[in-house]
């Protein structure tokens, strides 16, 4: 019988010798490699966790003990440790999550998936263990690549204020985040990789000091005393050591053993301390280990034996950006790339290895590349900073203050924007469109297309003066959707057929084949319909109020949330202009969004064609006064959106 069967909960894991934990490992790999390859998700990342996910639960007692894990996509072990082997519908509606989830269990604390939190949360959990006088630990699993972050080290500076607040802070140092960790903090831990390490020479020393009669234990007794020079000499973790925080390590972090000595010594220190954990990302899958730029960080449906695909998704907008990006390098020498620690994921790996001399990785800092892109541009180059919608969240106080303010000319380029599905809550990239609308300057484009990514990318690098921002979807890009017209600088895409058009239909971005289904659905009721693509949504193009004049009513439709966002920009651009027509904002309501695939999602909150359709023309029979008719009955020749 397998192993992993008899695992129902942490508590299980006290029953099985070290040989019996070596054998679990193996079946976990197996089983990881096995499930995530017909599901997709974060394969690497968990393979190089299993030893110390497995230790971390035999020597704490969760959910008394806080386990927190930082991002979270290396939680699959946790899950399996914890009673959650039905990996059948990973990232899939009803399934399991990717992440950590309350939902889901007791053990689960953080959901959040974004890097360099943990610290915080366990500082907070800390203190109020402290301040309700608990017996229970904290654990804050923390990467190398997330240590590059910021708010880690706010977070450790507060931590290493209080000697005796108990926390245990355990660094998985495998040293990638996505792909190799850069920077001075992973040249530190590259160097306590490779020394000898102070707590093993004192072990050895110890050892050899307790045979000799007489001065062997005062000798070591001094040498255990002896001031940091020697440990720096010996081990330089000094940067650690100075910010007031214990450190044990290196320690082989697939050394079960091993590892449940250090992290039970650090459970009994009574204060902060950190274990540092050296692990390999992909471990025990050939496959992975020979993936050298990111060792499958993530995967989709992949082939378990060979590691290939399983079935190619064609051009997707990352790599359509990607390309220009290298276009736009060889015209244009004054063209640099800035990404937070995800080269390859944002599309810059091409344009990286083409002018590696203009290419500069900030780790997971998303802050600290905004501030440094302002000054880029302030000293007369322009840098396009690629970077998640979700993640640049983090960043708005400086794109406010720093580059706005200053008129910088940056441009922002905007991955994974709109609903992204599977990632869950805090990977839909909802909330850009609304964040950025109260920034003054900023320009902001949605391309529809491959054809608008590559225009609109060279129209936001050549504004100088102001922030510009380009943003587009996760996937596949779909074929072109051609214009029929310019209005302003407006798009149009479909010209209404009469002289008093019912509806101006208003498309943002990559939503625009959807826009186009719904005036043919509009159509078949008798509605007339003008479609339009702002191309660029802020600002409010100075034709849409005397477009919108022309016409009963407005919809805007958007993948983004409806609060504050361009829907909400136009209706206030209309009342400016004194322009009395009613407007209808259709896009993603105040709320984190289950993960299930992108079209579930849609589905869900009423962002499909048939929906749209429905209110629409139950919104025109109003106006005509027809409304005792039910807007149902009033579309009941409205058919679905077809696959």
Avoid at 285 to 290: G, S, V
Avoid at 410 to 435: E, K
Wanted: proline share 5%; charged share 25%.
């Amino acid at each position: 019988m397998p192993l992993l069967t008899r695992i129902r909960g942490p508590r299980d894991l006290d029953r099985l010798s070290l040989e019996e934990l070596d054998r679990l490992a193996g079946e976990i790999r197996t089983f990881l490699v096995d499930a995530v390859s017909k599901t997709g998700g974060h394969l690497g990342p968990n393979l190089g966790v299993v030893e110390l996910t497995i230790a971390l639960h035999r020597v704490f007692e969760s959910p008394k003990d806080k386990v927190l894990w930082d991002t979270g996509h290396q939680s699959y072990v946790h899950k399996l440790l914890t009673g959650r082997q039905d990996f059948s519908r990973l990232k899939m509606k009803g399934g399991l999550s990717g992440y950590p989830s309350q939902a889901e269990s007791e053990h689960d604390v953080i959901e959040n998936s974004h890097a360099s939190t943990v610290l915080g949360w366990a500082d907070g959990i800390a203190k109020a263990n402290q301040i309700k006088k608990r017996d229970s630990h904290v654990v804050a699993v923390i990467g190398d690549g997330a240590l590059t972050g910021g708010m880690a080290w706010e977070a450790l500076n507060n931590i290493a204020d209080a000697k005796d607040r108990p926390l245990v802070i355990v660094v998985n140092d495998n040293e990638r985040s996505y792909s190799p960790t850069i920077g001075g903090l992973a040249n530190h831990l590259a160097t306590l990789r490779t020394t000898d390490g102070y707590e093993r020479f004192l072990t050895r020393t110890k050892d050899l000091l307790e045979r000799t009669p007489v001065v062997g234990k005062p000798l070591f007794d001094t040498l255990h005393g002896a001031k940091k020079g020697l440990k720096d000499f010996i081990a330089p973790q000094g940067m650690f050591e100075d910010l007031g925080l214990k450190y044990v390590g290196p320690i082989d972090g697939h050394d079960i053993e091993a590892l449940e000595s250090a992290l039970a010594r650090a459970k009994r220190f009574g204060g902060p301390v950190i274990v540092h954990c050296l692990t390999e990302k992909g471990r025990g899958y050939q496959p992975a280990l020979q993936d050298e730029a990111d060792r499958f960080h993530a995967v989709g449906k992949i082939h378990p034996d060979t590691g290939l695909p399983i079935a190619s998704s064609g051009a997707d907008w990352t790599s359509v950006f990607g390309e220009e990006m290298v276009k736009l390098g060889e015209e244009r020498e004054d063209v640099v790339a800035i990404t937070a620690a995800m080269l390859q994921p944002v599309g810059l790996d091409k344009f990286a290895k083409r002018f590696p001399e203009r290419v500069y990785d900030v780790g997971i800092a998303e802050q600290h590349g905004a501030v440094s892109a302002a000054g880029l541009a302030h000293a007369g180059v322009h840098p396009v900073f690629a970077v998640y919608a979700t993640f640049l969240n983090r960043a708005f106080d400086q794109v406010l203050m720093d580059v706005a303010l200053h008129k910088c000319g940056v441009t922002f380029v905007l991955d994974r924007a709109g609903v992204t599905g599977t990632d869950g809550a805090s990977h839909n990239g909802m909330w850009d469109m609304s964040i950025l609308q109260v920034v003054p300057g900023l320009r902001l484009a949605a391309p529809r297309d491959a054809d608008q990514v590559r225009a609109q990318l060279r129209e936001a690098v050549a504004v100088e003066d102001a922030p510009t921002v380009v943003r587009f979807s996760k996937g596949a890009v779909g074929p072109a959707v051609p214009a029929v017209g310019r209005v302003g600088g407006m798009d149009v895409l479909r010209e209404p057929g009469t002289d008093a058009p019912d509806v101006l239909l208003v498309s943002v971005g990559a939503l625009a084949p959807m826009c186009l289904e719904i005036a043919a659905l509009l159509d078949r009721q008798g509605i007339s319909a003008t479609v339009v693509d702002p191309r660029w949504v802020k600002p409010v193009d100075e034709a849409m109020a005397p477009l919108a004049e022309k016409h009963r009513v407005v919809v805007t439709v958007e993948d983004n949330s409806r609060v504050g966002g361009v829907g909400s920009a136009i209706a206030q651009a209309l009342r400016d202009a004194g322009v009395d027509v009613p407007l209808r904002d259709f896009g993603i309501p105040p709320r984190f969004l289950d993960h299930a695939s992108r079209a579930e999602v849609m589905a869900e909150i009423g962002l499909t064609a048939p929906d749209i359709a429905r209110q629409v023309t139950g919104l025109v029979a109003k106006l005509d006064g027809r409304y005792e008719r039910s807007a149902a009955d009033a579309v009941d020749s409205v058919e679905p959106a077809r696959d």
